[in-house]
């Protein structure tokens, strides 16, 4: 009964250490383990192209653009340009009683500054308008152009479809 637990351990420890190697490669160095990977028989190669496919996805998804942090961002700067035209009115009407003594530029700060903020928004708003009808989102590509990755994820996309039953 100690062989195959100890056989077990070292399985689980060498498939530990081949995971922690994972994190080190490049991307090149992790397609070719996936190549030398894929033409491995076996349940230990199962495991061993499931950890290169889990890695694979985390660098995918740590790839992409993380578009919620730049809305909240324009969320939060909406919301200071909302509440500060208020609190610039309010500011402006109070100074307004002492118009003699106060320069007229002071009087106009507070909706300069709330003009500044609307600038900003809108101008990054723009931007991004701009930039996206620059990169459209989705371009078509001929199948023989396609990565490993690409062709892979088409392989998997139709496959998808065909057990749900779609013409492809």
Known sequence: MTAPTKNAVDLAAALAKYRTGLKGLTDAGLERRAAEVAALP?????EL????????????TADQPATPGRSRALRVAAGAAVTGAPAAALTGRALAQYADQVPQVLLYSPAVAVGLVAAVVGGSW???????????????VDEADLNPLGVELLARVRAARQARGEVC
């Open 49 to 60: 192209r499931r950890m290169v496919d889990i890695e694979r996805e985390s660098r995918r």
């Open 126 to 140: 723009a931007a991004r308008w701009v930039d996206d009808h620059r990169h459209p989102l989705a371009v078509d």
């Open 42 to 46: 076996g349940w230990y190669a199962d």
